[in-house]
């Protein structure tokens, strides 16, 4: 190695890092080990063990003296070691992440750092100008990277379909759909992968609906997989389109596609959110009482407030939640809700399949959702719907004295209550006594979507939803000073 030394003093430095590796190699066995016991990713050991083949096989290229044989000058000398140590330094600072990334994040997808790396570091390595620039050495670095990819793509299964975030169409040929009505996976410690090969394992469902059903397969992700009649290639397409919109706070969006072993799709991940309660527990004020016992009238209007403005984040970003209503809003607090079920928004021309009937604008009523696009006024009416029972005490805006079923009170859809004079209203007195206390701004919107169906914007319910909380603050206030 005297011939390193003799001619560029940061190459010493290399061969130094080359030769003190103790450490990394107490490094490989505690990653190792971790990883077994964790069980974090099916193919992580396997990634570990082949970054450190790279490294130790580079470690042993530099160190051997035979060099001199196949590089007579010392330009090509330099330009090999550079090469070597490029392989070297990645595979170490590789490592590393790979090591963080589980010791932090319970190793979900911990290459995809890697991968930015590499390409980082190639690309910043293409631009370096080296003394010889000799065709065969040339190849052979681009060789040795192939294999690099090439090897690296062994170490996870194959995904016929691959769902990147830019492509905006399945490819419909290569997708595996499910064909029957069954749950498609119904059992613990089942495994979905994502389009890159990364594997999960379902552990407790947490939730079940019409579309599928709900998993924890770590601290911080959840996976919804679909039923088998549900995990259609429109529902692909649309997942496509919602992981190539920018991510905005108050939504929880999906975050990669899974499939099961046999490439077939099935469903999405997405991140896990604690401390939350469903917009329709809340609704009840005994529930509010048990689950919040310190929130006033105040913060009603400013949950009521944060959900609307999160639609205007949403209409904006061109997307029709269509399946709007108060089970896919979660409430951590006043001011931070998350709109979940996001599979189920109606994204350009792909119309949504579900809904509940209360918070569709009666003139749908008689429809199929499958032969109707849903626009804006379709989600204002079922905002208008939600902040009407988050107001009322999860009342029916279509209430009316001795009609119970709520099938009948929503055919009839005939709006009972006094805009002017509440106690004059067709309902009960605990509805009464809820509609005395709105503001008459509120009371007049209310009537104008639910009695004469007009259209209105999302800015007139919360400026009048903001102009009465200003009015109480005043009047708290007011009492406090006397």
């Not at 005939?414 to 004079?421: G, I, L, P, Q």
Request: hydrophobic share 40%; proline share 3%.
């Amino acid at each position: 190695m005297e011939w390193l030394l003799d001619y560029d003093s940061s190459l010493a430095g290399a061969v130094w890092l080359l030769k003190y590796d103790a450490w990394w190699v107490l490094t490989a066995f505690g990653v190792i080990f971790f990883t077994f016991i964790k069980k974090l990713l099916s193919y992580s050991w396997q990634k570990l063990l082949f970054l450190y083949v790279i490294k130790y096989i580079t470690f042993y290229l530099v160190y051997i003296s035979g060099i001199d044989n196949y590089t007579p000058n010392i330009e090509s000398r330099i330009f090999i070691m550079s090469i070597l140590v490029f392989f070297y330094l990645f595979s170490c600072i590789a490592i590393k992440l790979l090591w963080l990334n589980i010791l932090m994040f319970s190793g979900d997808e911990v290459l995809w750092d890697i991968k930015d790396l590499w390409s980082g570091l190639k690309n910043l390595f293409s631009k370096i100008r080296f003394a010889s620039k000799s065709n065969k050495i040339v190849a052979g670095s681009r060789g040795y990277q192939k294999t690099f990819l090439k090897q690296k793509s062994t170490q996870q299964p194959k995904v016929k379909i691959k769902a990147q975030v830019k492509t905006q169409q399945p490819q419909s040929k290569d997708l595996i759909l499910p064909k029957n009505t069954n749950t498609v996976m119904n059992s613990k410690g089942e495994k979905v992968y994502t389009d890159k090969g990364y594997s999960y394992t379902l552990k407790n469902k947490i939730s079940q609906g019409g579309e599928g059903e709900v998993y924890v397969v770590t601290d911080r992700l959840l996976v919804k997989i679909f039923l088998e009649n549900k995990a259609t290639t429109e529902k692909f397409s649309k997942l496509q389109k919602l992981l190539s919109i920018k991510k905005f706070s108050g939504v929880v969006f999906p975050e990669k596609i899974v499939y099961d072993q046999n490439n077939k799709f099935v469903g999405f991940t997405m991140p896990r959110i604690f401390g939350v309660k469903e917009l329709s527990i809340l609704h009840i004020p005994s529930n509010r009482a048990k689950y919040c016992p310190h929130w006033t009238y105040i913060d009603l209007l400013d949950l009521s407030i944060t959900i609307a403005n999160t639609l205007k984040k949403i209409h904006e970003a061109k997307i029709i939640v269509a399946d709007f209503n108060p089970r896919n809003v979660l409430v951590k607090s006043p001011k931070k809700v998350y709109f979940i079920d996001i599979d189920s928004y109606q994204i350009q021309r792909q119309p949504s399949t579900v809904g509940m009937k209360i918070y569709i604008r009666p003139i749908h009523f008689n429809k199929s959702h499958r032969e109707y696009l849903k626009n804006q006024g379709d989600d204002i009416y079922a905002l208008s719907v939600i902040i009407f029972q988050n107001l009322m005490s999860g009342g029916n805006p279509y209430a009316k004295t001795g009609i119970s079923n709520e099938n009948d009170l929503l055919e009839l859809h005939e709006f009972s209550f006094d805009v002017y004079e509440p106690q004059k209203s067709n309902v009960s007195n605990a509805l009464i006594n809820a509609w005395s206390n709105l503001s008459i701004d509120l009371r007049k919107f209310f009537e104008d979507v639910f009695r004469y169906q007009k259209p209105v914007l999302i800015s007139t319910l919360t400026q009048a939803l903001s102009a009465y909380k200003r009015t109480l603050i005043r009047v708290q206030t007011n009492t406090r000073r006397k």
